[in-house]
């Protein structure tokens, strides 16, 4: 079992960034970062694997997004940079323990955190 905590979520400005890290009580195969705006459904943001490195983004955050870890800490980052008022959403970190094809999908995660609000102002 693996537990993982986020934290770094906040209020800010449009145009402005944060930074989320979520720490892994354990090494899996891949980590990714989803969010779920009220009364939305969760969306995929993106995805890392710990041995290479190898990133996904959803369209909707490329270029403005990087998703990073640090291995000797078992941490994953989210940078937001730009934000934007519709990036305003609870973001979740999440685990998988086996590969997948669909890296963009809830059910493919096997542990969670709990998440984090993010608000970004207009």
């Known amino acids: 079992q693996v537990q993982l905590a986020e934290s770094g979520g906040g209020l800010v400005q449009a145009g402005g960034s944060l930074r989320l890290s979520c720490a892994a009580s354990?090494?899996?195969?891949?980590m990714a970062w989803f969010r779920q705006a009220s009364g939305k459904e969760r969306e995929f943001v993106a995805t890392?694997?710990?041995?290479?490195?190898?990133?996904y983004y959803v369209d909707s955050v490329k270029g403005r997004f990087t998703i990073s870890r640090d291995n000797a800490k078992n941490t994953v980052y989210l940078q937001m940079n730009s934000l934007k008022p519709e990036d305003t959403a609870v973001y979740y970190c999440?685990?998988?323990?086996?590969?997948?094809?669909?890296?963009?999908?809830?059910?493919?995660?096997?542990?969670w955190g709990q998440g984090t609000q993010v608000t970004v102002s207009s």
């Open positions: 354990g090494r899996t195969f891949r």
């Open positions: 890392i694997r710990w041995n290479d490195g190898t990133t």
């Open positions: 999440a685990a998988a323990e086996k590969w997948s094809l669909m890296v963009g999908s809830a059910n493919r995660y096997d542990y």
